[in-house]
């Protein structure tokens, strides 16, 4: 199975930018990264993805470098609300079998 | 828009009773899984069903069935609860052709004594 590697925790201060590095240097090219985070016991939320390029929604950016092998999801100004556990995935396009990752736990400090 | 309905989403069991998971979407996704996620650990995949009709086992399928009952709802059954069943368990669903947005319910927290 797929599996990727994250820091087990993060702090960040309130207001400043969150970056969350993930691992992923054995991901095949028809694999895309998938951000999802949990707020406390609440079901997982889709947060962004990506396959090559960097991506921003409203909620975060993706950034992914050029070999694949890793990325970091930013969050550009923390609130206390993004207290979270943030799960890194690489999944193919295509797969029904979705594994999580192990997840950051970040706590986002006033 | 319920989105994705667990019930019930709390529930006690004794060692050796058995009982039933119920999940619903009424979103029309093809898609529909089970996780479990044990007190400060990660999720894992039990089952999934690709499609109405299909099912296939995940990480951790040992000690549960499931049944796609139509494309609406997915049930998970222990048989007979162990206290290694204690855990949080979460339905998701995922539509066709929205690449691999998964989408989760609240959680059913079970315990079992």
């Known amino acids: 199975d797929a599996k990727t590697t994250q820091p087990t925790s993060m702090d960040c201060a309130e207001g400043r930018a969150a970056n969350l590095p993930c691992n992923h240097s054995t991901i095949s090219g028809n694999e895309y990264v998938y951000w999802y985070r949990q707020i406390h016991s609440q079901g997982p939320q889709y947060i962004i993805h990506g396959l090559k390029n960097n991506e921003t929604n409203e909620m975060a950016s993706l950034i992914i470098t050029e070999d694949r092998k890793s990325s970091t999801l930013i969050l550009p100004h923390a609130t206390l609300r993004d207290t979270a556990v943030y799960y890194c995935?690489?999944?193919?396009?295509?797969?029904?079998?979705?594994?999580f990752g192990t997840g950051t736990r970040l706590k986002v400090l006033a | 828009n319920a989105g994705v309905t667990q019930t019930p989403k709390f529930q006690v069991l004794k060692t050796g009773q058995s009982m039933t998971l119920q999940c619903a979407q009424d979103?029309?996704?093809?898609?529909m899984y089970w996780y479990r996620q044990d007190p400060g650990m990660g999720l894992r995949l039990i089952y999934y069903s690709a499609s109405e009709g299909t099912t296939d086992k995940g990480e951790v399928p040992n000690g549960y069935n499931v049944s796609r009952l139509n494309k609406r709802e997915f049930s998970l059954r222990l048989e007979s609860a162990a206290p290694s069943q204690t855990s949080v368990y979460f339905c998701a669903s995922r539509p066709q052709g929205a690449g691999n947005t998964i989408y989760f319910g609240e959680g059913s927290w079970l315990t079992v004594v």
């Open positions: 995935n690489r999944w193919a396009s295509g797969t029904y079998k979705y594994i």
């Open positions: 979103m029309n996704h093809n898609s």
